[in-house]
């Protein structure tokens, strides 16, 4: 017999699931985004609120497994052509939406607790701060750009591969604040990019070999089960060999093997089949996941004054940064707005970042609740003001 203990994962499941349904749908009848519905849903059953539901080790698997086939899901749907289009644009646009966010991040912390001389631990823990608001979470934008049809077009494909470099920006940058601080891994910059350029150049090579396979296996068995199946377990070992092996967020491993299969031509096919257990299991879990990391149990006026400070700068720096250099990179008024609002959401990268500073010493729990609120807030408010910016289209 099981003990009752060791199952409350499956009561937590139930009201989790149940929950994150019914708000989104209450969400989705007043014209919110889905996936607002279900952050919102795990706010109010967590800690912040009611406390029915606990983080707990179980769910966040099941949360990264959920990001994990989103992304995957991106990559499918992303159009070849008009990436490599994107190419340079979305890089330049990444390192504005890495570097503005650093810069402000760091002089509003100096700005609440005082400046210091660079090297101190307080300039230190400013520019940590101004790290983590550098990361961008491309996973609820792409929800949110799925939901709304606008995934595939250049605006979106360009937001997506910013979004992916910015990632890969944001390892570097944290492998030098650590270095910097003396804590932490003590690989160079230099080996870091080594990675990053021999992680891109074997997915390439091996994504050749595979991409041949499975052209054989969709034609061999067309809307075979099996297609979705294989393609599945290919996302989640390129996932596994991006992290452990090369330092790089799973994340970016799963939308690189999405990129690779992108031109099956059963493609929609296995996107159709992998979103069924995304849409009803995992992805509402990574979702409510989010609200479910809130709490407001150390909260004091001041804190409170710069978390509300760093929600904002947090969400004007992307503007800034990526709307902005989209605006001198050629894009419309419309579109360089998209581009930056798109770019707003932070989430799983930036919870990395930000466990990396309190497992170093860099970051204190106090602020913990402040990344987390910026996290939330550019959860909610992206989806809602691009279903805004693309109203007529």
């Given amino acids: 017999m099981i003990a009752v203990e060791s199952v409350q994962y499956l009561l937590d499941l139930a009201v989790l699931l149940f929950a994150a349904k019914i708000f989104s749908l209450v969400g989705k009848k007043f014209g919110i985004p889905e996936v607002v519905g279900e952050i919102i849903a795990g706010l109010v059953i967590g800690s912040a609120v009611l406390g029915v539901v606990k983080g707990s080790d179980f769910l966040s698997i099941m949360a990264e497994i959920g990001v994990i086939m989103l992304m995957f899901e991106a990559g499918l749907g992303t159009n070849l052509k008009e990436l490599a289009q994107s190419g340079v644009k979305a890089t330049l646009i990444a390192c504005a939406g890495v570097l503005v966010p650093l810069v402000l991040g760091a002089l509003l912390f100096m700005s609440f607790y005082g400046f210091d001389a660079p ?13 983590i608001m550098s990361a961008t979470s491309v996973s609820i934008t792409v929800a949110a750009l799925k939901e709304l049809g606008k995934l595939s077009g250049t605006v979106g494909t360009t ?32 080996s870091v990019l080594l990675k990053v350029v021999e992680f891109f150049a074997g997915a390439v090579v091996t994504g050749l070999l595979v991409y041949k396979g499975m052209s054989w296996l969709d034609e061999s068995f067309t809307h075979h089960r099996r297609v979705p199946i294989i393609s599945l377990c290919y996302c989640f070992v390129l996932a596994y060999v991006s992290e452990t092996y ?10 690189v093997a999405g990129v690779i299969l992108c031109n099956l031509s059963g493609r929609d096919y296995i996107e159709r089949r992998i979103d069924i257990s995304s849409y009803m299991i ?15 149990g150390s909260m004091d006026v001041r804190l409170l004054a710069f978390s509300v400070c760093f929600v904002v700068v947090a969400l004007v720096s992307k503007v800034i940064g990526c709307g902005g250099c989209a605006r001198l990179l050629g894009f419309n008024g419309g579109d360089s707005l998209k581009v930056g609002t798109g770019m707003m959401t932070r ?18 729990a106090d602020y913990f609740t402040a990344v987390i609120l910026m996290i939330l807030v550019s959860s909610i408010v992206t989806p809602m003001l691009l279903k805004k910016l693309y109203a007529g289209e």
């Fill in 246 to 255: 090369f330092g790089i967020a799973d994340i970016t491993g799963a939308y």
């Fill in 347 to 364: 989430g799983e990268v930036a919870l990395i970042t930000a466990q990396k500073g309190l497992a170093l010493g860099l970051l204190t």
């Fill in 159 to 190: 937001i997506v591969s910013a979004a992916i470099i910015d990632d890969v920006l944001g390892i570097i940058l944290l492998t030098v604040v650590t270095g910097l601080s003396g804590e932490g891994s003590t690989e160079s910059v230099s």
């Fill in 119 to 131: 090297g101190s631990e307080r300039f230190m823990r400013g520019i940590f701060l101004g790290t």
């Fill in 282 to 296: 995992f992805a509402p879990i990574f979702f409510a996941g989010i609200g479910l990391k809130v709490s407001f």
